[in-house]
């Protein structure tokens, strides 16, 4: 979207308009995590593509605290090694998503790694205990079932960093995976020096992962207390300028055009602490698509995904930014690496490949997509509204119906006006079609 675009709408003060910032998902914000139900159990991919390179699951580490407060630690700690491992071209690496539906579960390394397609299985556990720190930590052949290595750590707390970065270079190590020079320096962390601001940084984290208005700004307090600790954590800037992305999708908070030039401060910021973090690029990818920049939006996200090769959330957001460029086919390439990367597929993969499916007019492969979009997660508006438009375009028009009445009752505004006002569609006819069939499922001005 254009920047005088972008102030016309965050001009429009009334809450009617807010449902514009809801279609500015339609302006390629992923809702991906931010809006989309949490995957759920026993949902397999679309389709599995089996790849050369060796697949790795991480699960949650279990926390042996006695203290289901310090959960956020364990979980931290879990996200960081899957951040870490998914930075090694040649390793493939489990969407944080998919590997946290696991979550104290009873299942076998060979059942897991069977369900996610992945060959190999990270698990562990962690004690804290005042300055202590205990790992456990082993390495599953899912094939099998064999240990292909296992470790126990104590340490001291301050060691944290140090000791991530010894387990990330074992498993790696175990896997028999060649590292270059520059493959390793990914694997050496310099996030923090301060265990303070990395306690905080883990909490801020904990409610990120939460997706809720009031956990947004719990996020946003505890990320810019982190900063404040220590003022050149480049990756709490990232995840801050985060939460104010998921505030422009979401309408929380502050205008549209404030959040975007909120968030491009802080990743600016963050750029010039660690221009090597993915998540700078994934933002500015984001803010780009806002903004109907499609290539720069492309080349940010080519950016993130060549400094972490497993980041799926990337494949899924440069799939979206090619749904709206007219590129559909190279979408549906994006979203298969997305797919295969996150196996148990969020309701917001299911919408995407749905949607470039509708561009494609394979209308009904695209409402079987987009009615999985809805099966889970029915609140989901905009996999409600490409839903409605694949209807129509079958002639189903009772079904159609349907959807635009769900949709007007989670939004009684919704109107016509506002999707053609939004959409950036580059290709004229098919922004036509989409609104043509929009209209016939019943959808007025």
């Known amino acids: 979207i254009s920047p005088s675009q972008a102030e016309t709408l965050a001009a429009q003060p ?27 159990r026993g949902q397999g991919p679309v389709e599995h593509v089996p790849a050369s390179e ?7 580490f279990e926390n042996l605290s006695g203290d289901p407060e310090q959960d956020y630690f364990s979980d931290g700690i879990t996200e960081d090694l899957i951040t870490d491992l998914s930075k090694i071209p040649g390793l493939r690496v489990v969407a944080r998503n998919s590997v946290f539906a696991y979550k104290g ?85 310099d996030y923090a020096t301060s265990i303070e601001a990395y306690d905080v940084f883990l909490r801020g984290l904990d409610h990120y992962g939460r997706r809720s208005g009031e956990d947004n700004e719990l ?3 505890f990320f810019e207390r982190a900063i404040a600790i220590e003022p050149g954590y480049a990756r709490a800037y990232a995840s801050l300028a985060l939460t104010y992305t998921i505030g422009a999708v979401n309408g929380w908070g502050a205008s549209l055009e404030q959040s975007l030039a909120q968030a491009d401060a802080l990743i600016q910021k963050a750029s010039q602490l660690d221009d090597a973090l ?95 979009a809805v099966e889970n997660n029915p609140n989901y508006q905009l996999a409600r509204v490409f839903l409605a438009a694949a209807y129509a375009a079958q002639e189903k028009y009772e079904e159609a119906r349907w959807q635009i009445d769900e949709i007007q009752i989670l939004n009684p505004d919704f109107a016509l006006a506002d999707v053609e006002r939004g959409a950036p569609i580059r290709d004229p006819a098919y922004k036509e079609r989409f609104l043509r069939d929009l209209q016939r499922a019943g959808l007025s001005d």
């Open 14 to 40: 009334s809450w009617s308009k807010i449902l514009v910032v809801g279609l500015l998902v339609l302006l390629g914000v992923l809702v991906f995590w931010f809006t989309a139900t949490p995957p759920q």
């Open 54 to 60: 060796p697949m790795v699951a991480v699960l949650p």
């Open 105 to 189: 579960s009873a299942e076998t390394e060979q059942q897991i790694g069977a369900e996610l397609h992945a060959r190999y299985v990270v698990k562990g556990s962690v004690r804290r205990a005042d300055e202590r720190l205990r790992i456990n930590v082993r390495l599953t052949d899912a094939k099998d079932g064999s240990n292909r290595w296992a470790e126990r750590y104590d340490r001291e707390i301050s060691d944290i960093f140090r000791l991530q970065d010894e387990i990330a270079q074992r498993v790696v190590s175990a896997l028999q995976i060649e590292l270059s020079a520059g493959d390793r320096e990914r694997l050496v962390r």
């Open 219 to 221: 996020a946003k307090d």
């Open 278 to 372: 993915p998540q700078i690029h994934f933002v500015a990818g984001e803010i780009s698509m806002y903004r109907r920049n499609y290539a720069a939006a492309l080349d940010e996200l080519a950016r993130a995904i060549e400094l972490k090769p497993s980041y799926a959330d990337a494949y899924a957001l440069m799939g979206w930014v090619l749904h709206f460029a007219g590129r559909p086919q190279e979408g549906l390439e994006a979203m298969q690496q997305a797919v295969d990367l996150n196996p148990r597929v969020p309701a917001a993969y299911y919408m995407v490949q749905g949607a470039l499916r509708y561009e494609m007019e394979e209308t009904s492969e695209a409402t079987r997509l987009l009615e999985l």
